[in-house]
């Protein structure tokens, strides 16, 4: 049986709520059964944020992530990498960015190692990044390269009641009906429906597929995608043997009833996917990326630079991808510790 591990955290954007979410993950590990996760970062920056927000909170600083792991339940273990210029909540620093890179890059190897359960990852701010260098639209597409990945990784957003797969993501809405294709949907289904049953236990993904246009199109007289795009990937779906289900009017695919009947959606563009599971579950929604070598989960929120350094920042999107990445990790084979 394999030992289990602890999860790689990583610090994100400094100036952002990601320090303060860690920390109330970390305190509240045992009322909320979060697994040991090792934060990827500063320790003195760490320490600074809970001294400033009265947290109790010992820091532990390892060097390697098997000890942050035996350490995990007396204080929250730091791997560190250190920040080139002091933080000031809501105020990113360019001078940081290149250590907001490090810890991803050093919780992909330590995964892709078998050191570490899984990768969680707290919220960035690309603009930031970009003004240091990095060349990538998002952290998703930054992991696939990192993990050489051949095919494109897929998004599932997770809550306890839904989940969600936009097949286009971060493009403007008249860009994400131009880019739209069978072959997308295929893609999206396809590893949907293999992540279902790896690393959620689903022995028969069922899977929805909300149409593009109102009504489903009514037959071609609202928009032909229906008939021209999703109606072909659906049956190239049924052919590889998902279960796949015709196109269905988004307004009818997310009330209780129908949630009932699938266990994940396939959703044309962004919003129609994160409306409805933000609706439902705004705090705890995960974000998943499928299709990759090693399992990667990430809270649904930014960097939330407005209530950084107040203490408001809830950690509760934190704690469910924590909480997923450890389930996600047992599916596997290769459970965390907690």
């Not at 947290?55 to 007396?74: D, K, N, Q, Y």
């Not at 933080?87 to 890059?105: C, F, H, K, L, S």
């Not at 990937?233 to 049924?238: E, F, I, K, P």
Request: with cysteine; net charge neutral; charged share 20%.
């Amino acid at each position: 049986m394999t030992a289990p591990r602890a999860l790689a955290l990583t610090m994100g954007e400094p100036a952002g709520i990601g320090a303060e979410t860690a920390l109330g993950a970390w305190r509240a590990r045992n009322a909320r059964g979060v697994p040991a996760f090792v934060y990827l970062g500063s320790a003195e920056h760490l320490r600074a944020v809970a001294a400033g927000l009265g947290l109790a909170a010992p820091i532990a600083v390892v060097s390697r992530i098997a000890e942050g792991a035996r350490m995990f339940p007396h204080a929250l273990p730091v791997l560190p990498v250190p920040l080139a210029a002091p933080v000031r909540p809501g105020e990113p620093d360019p001078r940081n960015a290149r250590a907001t890179i490090e810890a991803i890059d050093l919780a992909v190897e330590l995964a892709r190692r078998g050191e570490a359960a899984g990768v969680v990852t707290n919220p960035i701010a690309k603009v930031v990044l970009y003004a240091a260098g990095f060349r990538h639209p998002g952290h998703t597409e930054y992991l696939a390269a990192l993990c050489g990945a051949g095919d494109a990784p897929v998004m599932m957003l997770v809550s306890e009641r839904l989940r969600v797969v936009p097949v286009t993501i971060h493009l403007a809405l008249r860009d994400a009906v131009r880019s739209l294709d069978s072959a997308a949907i295929v893609h999206c289904g396809r590893v949907a429906a293999a992540a279902l049953a790896r690393d959620f236990g689903v022995a028969r993904p069922r899977i929805a597929v909300a149409a593009l246009n109102p009504h489903a199109g009514e037959s071609g007289h609202l928009g032909r995608e229906e008939i021209e795009i999703v109606a072909p990937a659906v049956r190239a779906l049924r052919a590889e043997g998902v279960a796949v289900g015709d196109p269905a009017p988004a307004d009818t695919l997310f009330h209780a009833r129908a949630r009932a009947g699938y266990d994940a959606v396939l959703c044309m563009y962004h919003d129609q996917a994160l409306i409805p599971l933000k609706t439902l579950d705004f705090d705890g929604g995960v974000n998943v990326t499928l299709g990759l070598p090693i399992l990667r989960t990430s809270p649904d929120h930014g960097t939330a630079f407005d209530i950084a350094g107040k203490g408001t920042a809830r950690p509760d999107s934190l704690i469910s991808a924590l909480r997923l990445a450890g389930e996600m990790a047992a599916a596997r084979g290769a459970p965390a510790f907690g």
